[in-house]
């Protein structure tokens, strides 16, 4: 059986979009977007392929999860903080789970190497999952986060989720980088992924080479369908009007 997938009428509003999350596992939830090439950032970072929607959508995802899941080259890359979160937020977290924690940031790190905007909120301190080994070549990490040692030299990710877990720590979003998502993948650990494919061409980093072109800007196409088949979603994107009156 197939199914069209039509686009509606209207612009689907924010709050209409985030309803849909708000069944959070308990467990991981994986949250991630790529360009249509698939490419999960522009320039290193991934807002280029973002847009308004779908950073309301990474904020909403955020209210509803115990702590946020980061890799040490995202975070380093996105010049990640602490979370924040609206006065709404914070109150449908009071009513639906009783609490007024803001999620923590949690970052994977082997070396302990994080930019300073994570500690931008002392009241906030983040969660650094990292190895018995740094945690003893930089004591001074403990200075301003809270560590969480998961393994000797390497970070044990199962272990880590556990140690989560023990600390009421249960719904857990992930927001990549990449790497991090496919150890989390290979450890069979990801209980629900969230995928927002960004209607843009970007160019991977793997097709660079000297004198090679290079996008500027990502390119953006217009979704031609979306059509359903035994749980695969097949798009068509096409070129907008403006470039094909144009050639």
């Known amino acids: ?13 924010p709050e209409e979009l985030v309803a849909l999350y708000r069944d959070p596992p308990d467990g991981l939830r994986a949250n991630m977007i ?6 999960a950032a522009f320039d290193g970072v991934a807002g280029p392929l973002s847009d308004p929607n779908d950073q309301s959508l990474l904020l909403a995802l955020r209210s509803y999860a115990d702590v946020v899941l980061v890799g040490a080259g995202t975070v380093r890359a996105e010049g990640y903080g ?5 006065a709404e937020q914070l109150a449908e977290r009071r009513d639906r789970w009783s ?13 302990g190497r994080v930019p300073a905007s994570l500690f931008a909120e002392p009241a906030q301190r983040p969660i650094l999952i990292t190895t018995a080994l740094a945690a ?9 986060a809270d560590l969480l040692i998961a393994g000797d030299s390497a970070v044990n990710l ?3 989720l556990r140690t989560l877990n023990a600390r009421g720590m249960r719904r857990i ?45 990502p390119t ?22 403006e470039r094909q009156a144009s050639t």
């Not at 790529?34 to 490419?39: I, M, Y």
């Not at 031609?224 to 070129?239: D, E, I, K, M, S």
């Open 1 to 13: 059986m197939t199914q069209a997938v039509q686009q509606p009428k209207r612009v689907m509003a």
């Open 34 to 39: 790529l360009s249509l090439d698939g490419a």
């Open 82 to 86: 602490p979370v924040r979160l609206t």
């Open 99 to 111: 609490t007024d924690a803001i999620p923590p940031i949690a970052v994977v790190t082997h070396t």
């Open 136 to 144: 003893r070549e930089r004591p001074q990490l403990a200075e301003h």
């Open 158 to 160: 199962e272990s880590a």
């Open 173 to 217: 979003l992930c927001e990549g980088g990449p790497t991090l998502l496919d150890e989390l993948v290979a450890g069979d650990l990801v209980d629900e992924m969230c995928l927002t494919i960004s209607p843009t061409l970007a160019a991977t980093a793997t097709t660079a080479r000297p004198g090679a072109p290079a996008l500027t800007v």
């Open 220 to 241: 953006r196409l217009t979704l031609g369908h979306a059509v359903t088949l035994q749980n695969y979603v097949y798009l068509r994107y096409v070129r907008g009007n």
